[in-house]
């Protein structure tokens, strides 16, 4: 865009901005007052909503506070509560029976019935339900409750399905009303409580809160009286939307976060099925006024106020909005004309801006021009305002040093053509020497590269013969050193190898040998020491057994003495016990004449009670239940007295065992005398021949633990010698991966995964082979060996005859056996 039309441009944005921020800052100043205005309304109305609640709610406490605290809701609790216990098994299946199944009247209006005309609760609802229903009516509240300590709801005036159900283990034991009888139960100084706004079933799934308060009689609780609040009265309280505008509402939250009013603005029923959830609706549930946006409500956000309702221990939070399109509309008009002021301004600025912008301009115009001929090469262009003083005249003297410029580089340009032409001559020279340097060094790094590969691929032989440049042969010479110097440390290092193989072989085999001896000698000595317990057990718990036998034998010689004795007092006890039979006899007669008598009486009294009549019912069931019992006495009586006479009887027959028992018991006592003694000489051979075998064992375990000392000295030998093996043939793997000159790596012995053998190779001639000192040899064991017996088993085998009478222990094998095997 040229000057000329910039600057006008520029005059006109100038203006634009100026009255548009101008207008923007009246229209934000007018929209926050508008907000505030707002704000402060919805404040009010909250707070005025809160006022009204709460008031409400007050009026509720004291009118169940003064209600409970009657005599009259006393005795109806008492005559409800008493009326059900003649209600048989399931009084609240016959509460439904009369008062909502039979009910004459329709869903709804089950409360017009004033009695079933059966029985005590029905005299007693025909004399408080009139009071109780014109209460409800007067109040308009939508039920009341009567419910004894143990949680059945004994009256109800609106008679729905929670009729006679109990709140602490029904249907409805977690519902709101369960919950106010739980803490109105356990109060004793008359406080009210209420629940929060639930679903409730029996009222058809609506909306319902309860308030309840304690029947109290001289301090202690002896019902509670509940009423179920109407949802209607909060949606008439919160559909006032006066001073709200056509979009605004107030509307009643729950600490779930759910509208408890129906919305005038919305075709359904929102109770209980809209959440709200924004931070004036928390801060109200935590007791905190509180305003700000309220998004998502009715698909809009809303300009909001919050103020916290509270009620005997409940929490509520009451919120007045108004949908903030509705609040920037009002800024509409006022916006629309301010703008049309702007645009008349900015026109006017424009006009003015254009002419005083093309007189300013017609000398740029033409200083441009000048300075394109100047661009293109011209320097013979007109320069005309150098004189003037302000800055389009500098501008034209700052154009005249441009062509004079233009002038002075035209000069130069040819002096420098000149100088160029002089220096690429030497540049070609320098050029050419440089690219033979670079190709005599590739080839240098190609033939390196050729022989290091060479060399990673385990070839020693890969020397460099043909020569570098004069530069780069010194590379080439320590190259070849280097894998001259190599070359002989791995053959050196494969020497060694093959000697270390050769002597692994030979100590291996000899170790093996030697661990196999050692683990056949340790197997004989466990099985001897093993034997040696073994009879050593034997004979300590023979002399155990004959110790115990003498001991047994004394006690028993006692107790046959002591058998006498006590079988001449059997004899007594047993008189005795005939003496007490016939007197037991005596006392079976007698209670037997009592009986008799009770019998006789249970039938007077049987009599009498039906001559009473009606009232007498209850003692017949008595004398009858008497009689019965008498019966019974008399029965047991005479199988007692049966029972006594059979125990004389076999009580004489024991006096007659008894004394045969005690002339066997005198035989006995004697026979016992002579089995002591000789238990006694048994004892004392088994002590001499139990100190003998402990020195023998004791002389087995030192050798046996010897034995295996020297086992596992050559077991951890032999498992050193294979390790040294397995390096070995490790090493032998990683040079076998070199060529070196003149030499075959396939040729160097390994030693075998399961035995060791000799492969003794003679070392190189410039390796200094390691001195072994020369062991003796030992001949291996082999399967043709002749098996030599133990000595310990030779003596264990003349100990066991001795003891056993010449004969050889059970168990024992021939002095030859396999499992015997020694050095």
Not at 487 to 511: D, F, H, P, Y
Not at 589 to 617: H, M
Not at 770 to 785: E, L, N, W, Y
Not at 790 to 805: E, F, I
């Amino acid at each position: 865009m040229r000057l000329s039309n910039k600057l006008p441009f520029a005059a006109a944005m100038f203006a634009l901005v100026s009255i548009g921020a101008s207008t923007v800052a009246s229209l934000y100043l007018e929209y926050g007052q508008l907000q505030q205005q707002v704000y402060e309304k919805l404040e009010a109305t909250a707070d005025g909503r809160r006022n009204e609640a709460r008031g409400y709610l007050e009026g509720v406490r004291l009118d169940i506070s003064s209600l409970s605290s009657s005599f009259t809701t006393q005795q109806a609790l008492f005559g409800f509560s008493g009326g059900m216990n003649f209600l048989g098994d399931d009084p609240a299946k016959e509460l439904h029976a009369r008062y909502i199944d039979g009910n004459p009247n329709p869903e709804g209006e089950k409360y017009k019935l004033d009695t079933a005309k059966k029985d005590a609760y029905d005299r007693a609802h025909k004399q408080y339900h009139p009071g109780f229903l014109k209460h409800l009516q007067a109040q308009g509240y939508y039920d009341v409750f009567l419910i004894n300590p143990a949680g059945v709801i004994v009256y109800t005036v609106m008679k729905e399905r929670d009729f006679g159900t109990n709140l602490l283990s029904g249907p409805y034991k977690e519902s709101g009303l369960a919950k106010v009888f739980q803490t109105a139960i356990q109060s004793k100084d008359g406080t009210v409580s209420m629940s929060e706004f639930e679903s409730y079933e029996p009222s058809a799934g609506a909306a319902a809160s309860f308030v309840a308060s304690p029947i109290l009689q001289n301090g202690r609780p002896i019902g509670v009286l509940a009423y179920q609040l109407p949802n209607d009265r909060f949606n008439r309280l919160y559909a006032n939307s006066k001073g709200l505008g056509t979009s605004g509402e107030t509307i009643l939250v729950s600490t779930r976060g759910e509208v408890i009013n129906d919305s005038v603005h919305t075709p359904g029923n929102d109770s209980l099925a809209v959440k709200v959830d924004a931070p004036l609706v928390t801060a109200a549930l935590s007791g905190q006024e509180s305003f700000g946006e309220l998004p998502g409500y009715r698909d809009m956000t809303s300009y909001a106020a919050s103020s916290p309702l509270e009620f005997a221990g409940s929490r509520w939070a009451v919120v007045a909005l108004v949908d903030s399109r509705e609040v920037a509309a009002k800024l509409y008009t006022s916006a629309m004309a301010s703008i049309a002021i702007g645009v008349v301004l900015i026109v006017l600025g424009s006009i003015v801006a254009l002419v005083y912008a093309r007189r300013l301009t017609a000398p740029i115009s033409r200083l441009v021009d000048g300075m394109a001929e100047l661009a293109r090469g011209n320097t013979d262009i007109r320069l005309d305002g150098q004189e003037r003083a302000d800055e389009i005249g500098d501008m034209v003297r700052s154009v005249a040093v441009f062509r004079q410029a233009a002038l002075d580089k035209q000069m130069l340009e040819r002096e420098a053509d000149e100088r160029r032409n002089a220096t690429d001559a030497d540049r070609r020279a320098r050029e050419a020497e440089k690219a033979a340097e670079q190709a005599q060094l590739s080839e240098a790094i190609e033939i390196l590269g050729n022989a290091l590969q060479r060399l990673a691929n385990g070839d020693l032989t890969a020397r460099i013969d043909r020569p570098f440049g004069s530069n780069l042969d010194r590379l080439r010479v320590d190259f070849n050193a280097s894998l001259e110097r190599l070359s002989q440390t791995v053959a050196s290092v494969r020497a060694n190898v093959t000697e270390i193989n050769g002597k692994s072989g030979k100590v291996g085999s000899l170790t093996d040998d030697l661990s196999r001896r050692t683990e056949q000698q340790a197997a004989a000595l466990v099985e001897t020491s093993s034997a040696i317990r073994q009879i050593m057990e034997a004979i300590r718990h023979s002399s155990e057994r004959a110790e115990i036998a003498s001991k047994l034998a004394a006690d028993a010689r006692g107790n046959s003495d002591r058998s006498g004795n006590i079988v001449g007092d059997a004899v007594s006890a047993m008189e005795r016990i005939e003496n007490a039979s016939s007197e037991i006899s005596k006392i079976i007669n007698v209670i037997d004449e009592i009986a008799f008598q009770t019998n006789l009486l249970a039938l007077n009294a049987g009599v009498e009670a039906a001559r009473a009549g009606e009232a007498g019912k209850g003692f017949a069931v008595v004398a009858q239940e008497v009689r019965e019992l008498a019966q019974r006495s008399a029965n047991a009586a005479k199988d007692i007295k049966a029972l006594i006479t059979k125990s004389g009887e076999e009580v004489a027959n024991g006096v007659g065992l008894v004394k045969e028992t005690g002339s066997v018991l005198s035989t006995i006592a004697g026979q016992v005398v002579e089995i002591n003694d000789h238990i006694h000489s048994i004892a004392g051979a088994a002590r001499q021949q139990s100190a003998g075998l402990k020195e023998i064992s004791g002389a087995v375990v030192r050798m046996e633990d010897s034995t295996q000392k020297n086992a596992q000295a050559a077991m951890q030998t032999n498992a050193d010698m294979r390790h040294l093996a397995s390096d070995a043939e490790g090493l032998a793997a990683l040079i076998d991966q070199f060529t070196v000159d003149g030499s075959d790596t396939a040729g160097l012995s390994r030693p075998s995964n399961t035995r060791f053998e000799s492969a003794a190779s003679p070392a190189p001639a410039n390796i200094a082979a390691p001195a072994f000192r020369a062991a003796p040899r030992v001949a291996p064991a082999t399967d043709k060996a002749r098996p030599v017996a133990s000595p310990a088993r030779s003596l264990l085998n003349k100990l066991s005859a001795g003891l056993g009478g010449g004969k050889p222990a059970q168990n024992e094998k021939p002095a030859g056996d396999a499992d015997w095997q020694e050095f």
